[in-house]
């Protein structure tokens, strides 16, 4: 898997990082039970510090995308069952809110903002076979 870091991105380098996981293993390019570099590696390859990618790693565990073993290191979690919850939910409809109030702001039409959704949600189809 190759992460695109954009130094200069108002968007913090920890979740650029993560976000690229997450959404290789929506995409199947990171498989479940696939091993990830050790923070250390993925550091040296970025050229950032290993505390970010420590950071990243351990939010990955917290929020059961990754699984962490002391001696073996860290691999996409074969048991990965992400559910839909209550909380869940309300997080989204959150972050939709602000993305779709940026959107409007900055003229994209309603139609273009559904096919963007339409069309990156569409891409994912490969884990569940929707």
């Known amino acids: 898997m190759l992460l695109y ?3 200069d991105s108002e968007v913090p380098i920890y979740q650029q990082i993560k976000n690229q996981i997450i959404r290789a293993i929506a995409s199947g390019e990171l498989k479940l039970g696939e091993d990830l570099p ?3 590696q993925l550091a040296a390859d970025i050229g950032i510090n290993f505390h970010t990618v420590n950071k990243v790693y351990n939010q990955l565990k917290q929020e059961g995308w990754v699984v962490i073993h002391r001696k073996s290191g860290v691999m996409i979690n074969p048991d990965l069952k992400a559910e839909k919850t209550k909380e869940y939910i309300e997080y989204l409809d959150e972050i939709i809110k ?3 109030a ?3 702001l900055r003229g994209v039409s309603k139609e273009e903002f559904m096919n963007i ?3 990156n949600y ?3 189809n490969v884990i569940k076979g929707d």
Do not use: G, L, W
């Open 5 to 7: 870091i954009q130094f």
């Open 38 to 40: 050790s923070v250390r």
């Open 98 to 100: 602000n993305i779709s």
């Open 102 to 104: 940026e959107a409007y």
């Open 117 to 119: 959704v339409e069309k």
């Open 122 to 124: 569409d891409s994912y």
